[in-house]
Nanobody
Framework: QVQLVESGGGLVQPGGSLTLSCAASGFPLDYYAIGWFRQAPGKEREGVSCISISDGSTYYADSMKGRFTISRDNAKNTVYLQINSLTPEDTAVYYC??????????????????????WGQGTQVTVSS
């Protein structure tokens, strides 16, 4: 059974950092890309970044460049999203999802939600003082 489980969310003060994890089970990640998305209350889901597990190529949404870093640990079948200099505007549920391995190369289409087949349940990130 294909399963993605996000973890690492929580309450963080502005300016802080978090590292989210996306652990996959039921299938090897090697033949996929993993994308991170987020959805804030009352807003549409937006793409953050994606990574191809096989070659490590990455893509970031323009608005996410600089503070977000995506990485993977193939041995642990896990993808990470590090977020630095958190602001209240980063408050959202963060989701990971699987997609074709060439997604990072698709550039502007790399973070199109319908390209992603399996989704996790999400982890809540709240940035507040």
């Amino acid at each position: 059974q294909v399963q993605l489980v996000e973890s690492g969310g929580g309450l963080v003060q502005p300016g802080g950092s978090l590292t989210l994890s996306c652990a996959a089970s039921g299938f090897p990640l090697d033949y996929y890309a993993i994308g991170w998305f987020r959805q804030a209350p009352g807003k549409e889901r937006e793409g953050v970044s994606c990574i191809s597990i096989s070659d490590g190529s990455t893509y970031y949404a323009d608005s996410m460049k600089g503070r977000f870093t995506i990485s993977r640990d193939n041995a642990k079948n896990t993808v990470y999203l590090q977020i630095n200099s958190l602001t209240p505007e980063d408050t959202a549920v963060y989701y990971c999802a699987t997609g074709p391995p060439d997604l990072p190369y698709r550039k502007l289409r790399a973070l199109t939600p319908y390209e992603y087949a399996y989704w996790g349940q999400g982890t809540q990130v709240t940035v507040s003082s």
